[in-house]
Structure formats: structure tokens, C-alpha cells
């Protein structure tokens, strides 16, 4: 059609033209309709065959019961014709939807039309034929008169003129009927009156001749006029009744009734499965193609049912019609309003998940595949429009769609987390970052949707599905399970790597954890979606299988600060429990740990590692060493790095958060890193060579490169640090209040550590000392049980069952115990215990204040200071005393370790150090005033005068009833009638070595027994084993150790011996004035490997072999 439309058209124009776009809309709207209807029925009357019902996978191909319905109506649409029937419906359904909302508008318009085109035909078209009629004196004057007067408005006097058509003439051309202006069309009756007799007079039958020459009487114009209005006249019925036309012709009411079926079939009604409207409904929702979007027509669909409805009630009049349709749309409406929150959710989830990834791995992503561009760019939906839906008509009710979906996106969100934190709750501690993009996931779906429906706040959902909510409730599950994997699975379970500040599982775990299933998803949409789902899973997999920062920021970002106080007074707790536990443990060491001086420098790395080999490896018997005080030590030490790594990650996050704040905040109250660094950026810039000012510290970053040497970095740090320091007075008061290293959780930590230590350091720090400074053997101070420790740590790998579900991966370190399912698996202790260990070590000695003893007394630091002795002294070729050559590799060997283990050992110190410099023991400076009378001193304690060799050789022999003393300090036997010598090499150049380290030439004699049975010990004690080692291993192997002299056995050779009176010795060179008595005494040589002693029983803990007894007095 052609519309003409101008601003200077007249209200009878205008109102003409909004009739004739009404009535166009009428009757495209009805062509519609009667297509859509034609190709329903004709699928009804095509089925598709039972073998294609077969094919598409129907249950009831047969055709029985249901199953004709199906093959005419279920199986009989493809997806595209499904997509098409959708789309014509909504264009149906909108276009009625438009001409109803705009009834109101144009209604008026169409009846001002309707009255003015009757009007103007009565009092204007028929004043023409009315002359003519009566110039002729014709009969059809009187019906023309009859219709004018039945529609004629002749205005407020309801007179009709009866000389107007009289003084009509021809040359008055045409007639514009002068009447007035209403908006009121004329009755139906007398409409359907006008038209019958307008129809009356122009039709060809009723135009009857007068005779030969007579005329009609009406002209060939006159019939035309009357026809063009009989024919416009047509439309007047259905725009007057505007709404009634407008229900005719979008009716769809035909696509519910299946009378037919049922009476065919002999079914009562069939399931919503087989109702065309819900069919159509679930399509646009389920298999919905991209390009055919079809999510805002959902809503058309279900218009079919207040259509049926309608024609049961109103034409129908079937009360029983009505009540089956109210039925079966309470259930599909359920269904349907599932159908779109479930849409729109994904929708959303897809989208944030998306929006969530990081860019850079986007980038990757879509320069990887091009299938991942979907992946990262969802589709558009128009899903806003179902959940704009507040006034829904159905049936007559009134439904806010936009509420009851709310609903459902509230629970599928409650329902998300949830699936979320039993995940976690599923998982090793790694997966805490897994938890925290889901639940940022989670959060940004839920903002997505908040914008078209009313959604409780996030943080109400996490704290309801948590249960951190409530009088009763102090921690959330989230907590919960955070702190029982640190306590039950990271802390005993991982070894810390301090280079790399991350946790990592050990590769034999001694605590398994019994974690509950993890949770299947009901839905593709819970977690991450279906679209995200890979690519969070292959991100998330770099996160897992360790502990470290990331996890520290998710903990933080999870828990929020508020929870972190909680978190670490329950580690602090446990910290406690473990300590208790170890000191039992190492009470039990420290009894059966025997007294040692420090061997000279004369006997070399390897005489001086086999000393300490000898003296500490029965140790190692002990059962619960490694699973027990190892374990401990780890834990203790996990613990503090835990609560460490966390402290910094916290500061940083107040760092961040200060600088950010900084120019909007005049009081900076936060942490001392932060007031030093808006110490740095508030300074001034500086102008530089190219004339161009920058800020001091970037300055000072930008010096540093990769051509820069040692020196100059070292400056620069000094300049960064200087800017840095926290006493500059740019800084503001709150700043230089909070400059304290007092405010870090660390610091708190090693607080309550010095406070737990409190009851131990009457046993583990003694005050008294024999000497009147400190012991030199035998002492039960923490930093030489310490110093066996770690001497014995990384010596001997040791034997773990591994778990119960892992592979068979270490099959060459299987023990095959007889076909059993167990296996062991052979670990190193630094892969086993981590760092750990040596930060719980030095976190005791640090808050003990033994450091400085430990440097001075242990076992290790001693074999690394020979080591550096002999190779700063090349001079020196050959130490006393013959050793076993392999002692010398595993020597070289243990050095390279320890030497790696103190500088571990020193990180962690100075790492406590740093965090609380006040628990730092004070330094004490003491003076050591000579005798009053210097007569006395010479006389009692002066050494001997160096003089020539004695004449006279002293013999020596002392025995111990302890193994661990008899390493411990076990001397050199000699006879005189044996025939082999061995001399120490020449001192060496320096003279103030000569009072502690400096060798002493003396004459060894071993015996030569006569018994068979003890000759394999004569051959050990020839080879240069100390003869203390020879005698242990003769106890425990049932062997009299008297018979190495000759003598009768003992009754029972269990007893050790009496100690014999001290052999002849040779005497040595004469000390340096200053040196002790003690000095002068030989030291023990390597000893070989005792017999490892039988494995002690647990709770309480025995101590290690050797303990219990006293060892022999030293020789004078």
C-alpha cells in the first residue's frame, strides 16, 4: 500500500490515513495467521513415518497410544521449521501486540474516518443522483432520500435542507458535505442498513429500463461512487470493533486443540511433552540457532494458551476445555520460568567467566585455535527482554515473570557457591586459588544479572553458604578447612623451599588425609560454565601442587583480614602442642646424647667427620628420629615460614593500598613499609641529564643493570635505602609512630614462640656452668642437642611408606615384604623435610640466645672450619693417625652438604633477626681478671716447660660402659712392646696454633692378643679405629672386651670392664702460655659404624641407644 503523509494533511486526511494503515495491519496480520494455521494442519496430515520416528531416536515408534501424536506432531518439525513457525507466531503476537497498545491512540482517528466517509457520501456524493431524480421525476429518489436520512448528521438542529439537492447544477462540480466533526462512527445496524440498500441501488439487476429511449436512473459515475463506498464501507465493521478484529485475526488458539488425536488415539490428554506451545517454548530456549535469535519470543509461545483458553470460555462455552488448559499451564509455566533462569544464568556466567580471564592468556587463547574465539566472546542475547517481564498475562492473572525469576537466579547462585566450597572442601589447600576465581566468578555473574532482577548481595550468599553467620558461629567453613589443611596436610606434608618461598608435598607423606568426595556438577553452568570451563581448568593447573604467594593472596582475598588473627592463634596453638610433643622427644635424645669436646685440626676433615660419625650415628638407631622429632621440627618451622610469607603478603597489600590512598589522606596510620614508602614518593623530583625531573626512586631503579657491577649495585642499594629510612622528617607523625617492626604478624609470632620457650629454657639454657662460663662437653643447653641434630640431618636417608593410592612409580625403591600391597619409598632428608627443619632450629637458638654458642660448639661448623684449615694450609699433606679411605669421599661430601645447610641455617636466623631485633639477647661484655697472686696461678695452672720427650712413655687405656661415651672420648691404647709407631706430621707455621691445634708427636702401641676369637679386633684396632669403637663392637657381638689385653673374660659379658690404670704416654710439645690443661689431651680417631641398636618402643619416648649410662672419666 501506498501512504501519503504531510504535515498540512486535514484531520479527515490524517484520520483516513491511520484507518487505512489500521486495516492494512488487520489484514496482513490475518494472512499470517491463516499461513501459519494452513501449515500446521498440514503436518497434521502428514505424520513422519515410524522407521524416521525410529531414526530421531522415539520410544514409541510403534504408533501405539501416544504415538501417532508424536509422529504428526513431536517428530514432524525440524529444528529450522521450528525456528520459523517460533518466528512467524512472534510476528503474529507483536503485531498485535503493537496495534493493541496503540488502540487507544488511533481509535478515535478511525471513527472521525468512519462517521466523515458516511457523511460525505450522504450529503455530498448523493446530491447528484437526488437532482437528477428529482429534475426526472423518478421513483428512486425515494430511496435515495431514505439513505440519506438514516446516516445524515445535519448538526445541533436536526433539520434536514430540503432545497439543497434542488438548487444543485451541474457546474457546481463536486459536493463537500458541510457537517459536523465526530468521533463517533455510526451504529453496526445502521451500517449494515446503508450498506444493503447502497448495494440495492447500484446493482446491475435492479437498473431497469423505461423504454427505448428512456435513461437508468442512475449514471455510470453515480454506480461508481456507490460501489467505491460499498467496497470501503466493508472495513468500517472491523475498525469500529478494533479489538474484537484484532483477537480474530491473531487467534492461535487451533496450535492447542488436539480433540482429534485424542478421540483417535483414545487418550484422556496428553503430557506437556506433546503440546505444540510448550514444543515451540522449548526450542527457543534449548536449540535455539545463532543466527536465528529467539530468546525475546519466548513469551509469543505461550500466548497460544490465553488464545485457547479464550475460544473454551467466550465460543466454546466448555467449562472442562478451560480447566485442562489452566492445568497443563501451571506446569509449563513452572518449567518455563526454570527454563529462562536457567538461560539467563549461563548466559551471564559465560560472559563474566570470560571477562574474568586474564588478557594475556586471552590473547594466547585466540592466537592459538580459532575455535577459542567463542570461547572468549560469547554470543549476544537479547535475554533481558523475558526478565523485564513485570506484568505477564495468562489466563486472565497477572504474573511478575521478573520476581519468580529471581527467585530462581537467587537459589542457582546459593546453589553455585555451595558447589564451589565443597570443591574446596574436596581439595588440597593448592586449590585455594581455584576457589577465589570461582567465587570472583560467581560475584561478577551475579552483578551481571542484579541489573535486570532484585539478587541478595554477594557477600550475604558467602556468608550464608559459609555458615559464618549466627551468634553461634565463630569461623566459616572456608576457615575451617583452610586452617585443618594447614594444620593436618601442609605443615607435616610439605617441604619448603625457601629460594622459590613455596611449599611443595613431600615425596612420602607421613599424615594421610581422608578428604570427602568432591562434588559432580548437576549442571554445566555451576562453576566456571560450560564455554570457560577448559580454559580455567588449564589455567588453574599452574596453580596447584604447591603453596605459595598466589595461595597467600586468595587465602587473603577469601577470608578477608578480619579472619587472619583467627587463622594464625589456631597455628600458634597448634605451633604449641607440636613443641611439647619434641621437647618429650628430645629430652629423650638429650640422656642418651654422650658428652664431646671438639677434635683437634690435627686429625683432618676425614678423622674429624669420623670422630663425629662414630660419636653420633647410634643416634640414628632411634626409631622415632626422623618420623617423630624430624616431623616436629618441620612442622614448627612450616609454621613460622606460614605465618612469615603471610605477614609480608599483608604488608604489601597496606603498601598498595596506602599509595593508592596517598593523595587523598593527610594522616597515614598504616605499616612501617608503607610510611617509608610515601617517604619516597612524596620527596621532590630531581632534574636529570636529559632535563627531565623523576622521582629518586625511579631514579635509583633505573640505575640498575645488567652491566653493573658488584660495587655499584651495592651503592645504589645503599642510596635506595637511605631514601627509605624511617626516620626522615617528611615523613608524618602517624608514620613514624607505626615505623615499629612491632605492628607485623610475624613479629607476634615470634613473640608467643619466646613466650612458649619460657618453661624450657631452665633445661634447654642453663645459667651455671661448671666452668663459670659455659660447658664444653657435656651440656644439655638446646644448641648442642641442636648440633646433633643437624649434624645427623641429610647423613642417612630414610624409609616412608608411601601413600595408599599412589602408582607404582618408585618400583626400583619397592620393598617387597612377601607380595604385600605396601610400599616404602627411600627419601633424602632435605626432600623430605624441606627448610623446615632448619628454621625451627634456628628460630629456638635465635629466641634462646645461643647463637653465638652454637658458632663456637657445633659439630658441623667445626668439620667446615677444618676443611677450610686444610685447604689454607698446603703445607699440610697428611693428618694423625690412619683413617678408612671412603671416610675421606663421605667427609668432602657431608662438607658440601653442611655447608648448603648453614647458609640455610643463617637465612633463617637473620630472618628473626630482622622481624624482632628486641627479643635479641643483649651483648654482655665480660673481663677475666687474673689471680691476685700471679705465684698461685703459675703454680697451680701454668703448663709444663717445653723440655725434651720424657724418658719414660706413659701408657693409656680407658674403656667406657657406653657406647656413645666411648666415642666420645675414647683414647689411643698403647703397649710398650708393640712394634708400630705412628707420628703426626710436623706442626704447622703458625705459632698461635700450637696451644689448640697443633699436633703432638706420640708413640701408639696396639696389643697383639692371643685369642682366635679376637684377632679380627686386633686387625680393627692396627687399622687406626679408635679402640673405644673396637670394644662397642665387641659387646654387641657378645665378645669380652678384656681379651684384647690378654685377660680372662669377664662373668658376664654384658658388664663393661673396669677402667685399667692409665698407660705411659709420650708427652707432648708444650702449649702456648695461655692454652688450657685439657687441650693437651689427644682427641679420639674415626671410629667405625656402630651395630645399629634394636628400635625402641613409643609414648613415652625411650631415649637412644647409649643412654642412661655415664661415660669413663677422661684421662688425666
Known sequence: ATYKYCKEMTATDYAAFIAKLCFDGFRLMQTWTCALLDFYHWKLTHPVSPDEMQAMGAKNASGSGTGAYEAALKYNFSNRERGVFVDVISMIKSLASTLNSAEAAVAPYVRLHVHHSCQQFVMGELVPPLHRAHKRSRDIIQPLLKLRRLVADWGAGGAEPADDYVKYSRNHGHVDARHVVRVVGPSPTQLQLMRTMVRAMYDPRNQTKRGFLSKKDLEKDDLAIMETFYNDSLSFLYLLNYSDTLRANSDLGDLWYREFYLELTGQIQFPIELSLPWILTEHIIKHQEEAMPLVEDILYTMDAYNDAAHRALFVLNQRFLYDEIEAELNLVFDQLVFLVADYAYSHHKDNAAAACL???????????????????????????????????????????????????????????????????????????????????????????????????????????????????????????????????????????????????????????????????????????????????????????????VPHYEAILEILGTSAIPLLVNNLLTNLGDRLEICKAYLDAISEGLPPCKLPKFMYGLAGVYGVFDALLKPILTYADLKPEVFQMMREIGNTLIFIRDLS???????????????????????????????????????????????????????????????????????????????????????????????????????????????????????????????ELEATGDFHRLWSALSFLFGVQPGKYPAEPSAQQEDAANADDDGGKEQRWLTVSD???????????????????????????LDFSNHVLRVQTYEAATASRNQSVGVADTSLFDDANNFARMKQYHKRLFDLAFNAFKIAAPDLAPKTMRVTFQPPKQDQEYTSSAAPEPAAAPPPKKKQESTTTETPAAAAAETTTTTKEDSPEKKKAPPPPAKADDDADEGPHEEEVKEPSPSNPAVVKYGKMLKMGLPRGAVEQKMRAEGVDPALLDGGEPSSSSSEAPKPKPPAPKAKPPPPAPAARRDDDEDEPEPAAEPEPAAEPAKKPPPPPPGAGKKPAPPPP
Open 358 to 548: 586474564d588478557e594475556t592468556y586471552v590473547d594466547r587463547l585466540r592466537k592459538t585455535r580459532k575455535a577459542n574465539k567463542k570461547l572468549v566472546e560469547p554470543p549476544a542475547r537479547r535475554i533481558g527482554v523475558p526478565l523485564a517481564q513485570r506484568r505477564l498475562q495468562l489466563l486472565g492473572r497477572v504474573i511478575d515473570l521478573n520476581a519468580l525469576i529471581s527467585q530462581h537466579v537467587n537459589a542457582k547462585l546459593y546453589k553455585d557457591v555451595e558447589f564451589v566450597l565443597r570443591k574446596f572442601e574436596a581439595s588440597e589447600l593448592s586449590c585455594v586459588v581455584d576457589y577465589a576465581r570461582a567465587l570472583a566468578v560467581v560475584e561478577h555473574t551475579r552483578d551481571a544479572l542484579a541489573e535486570h532482577l532484585e539478587l541478595d548481595d554477594f557477600d550475604v550468599i558467602v556468608a550464608e553458604v559459609d555458615e559464618a553467620v549466627g551468634p553461634t558461629a565463630f569461623a566459616g567453613r572456608a576457615m575451617m578447612h583452610v586452617l585443618a589443611s594447614l594444620v593436618t596436610d601442609v605443615l607435616p606434608n610439605s617441604s619448603y623451599n625457601n629460594v622459590t618461598r613455596r611449599f611443595v608435598r613431600s615425596p612420602a607423606p607421613l599424615k594421610f588425609v581422608d578428604r570427602p568426595k568432591a562434588p559432580k556438577a548437576d549442571h554445566q553452568h555451576l562453576g566456571f560454565g560450560a564455554r570457560c570451563n577448559r580454559a580455567y581448568e588449564f589455567a588453574n593447573r599452574l596453580s596447584r601442587g604447591f603453596l605459595g
Open 648 to 774: 609480608d603478603v599483608l604488608e604489601r597489600n597496606d603498601l598498595e593500598r596506602l599509595v593508592h590512598a596517598a593523595p587523598y589522606v593527610d594522616e597515614r596510620t598504616h605499616s612501617a613499609a608503607a610510611a617509608a614508602a610515601m617517604g619516597v614518593f612524596s620527596k621532590e623530583p630531581e632534574d636529570t641529564t636529559d632535563g627531565k625531573k623523576k622521582k629518586p626512586l625511579v631514579l635509583a631503579a633505573a640505575s640498575v643493570s645488567a652491566d653493573r657491577d658488584v660495587a655499584d649495585l651495592a651503592a645504589t642499594a645503599a642510596d635506595l635505602h637511605a631514601d627509605l629510612k624511617l626516620n626522615d622528617a617528611s615523613l608524618p607523625p602517624a608514620a613514624k609512630r607505626s615505623r615499629a617492626p612491632k605492628t607485623t604478624l610475624f613479629y607476634g609470632a615470634v613473640v608467643h614462640l619466646a613466650k612458649l620457650l619460657e618453661p624450657y629454657k631452665k633445661q634447654w639454657a642453663k645459667a651455671n656452668a661448671s666452668n663459670g662460663v659455659f
Open 830 to 856: 632435605d626432600a623430605q623435610f624441606g627448610h623446615g627443619f632448619h628454621v625451627a632450629g634456628a628460630a629456638v637458638i635465635y629466641v634462646l640466645g645461643q647463637k653465638t654458642r652454637f658458632d663456637a
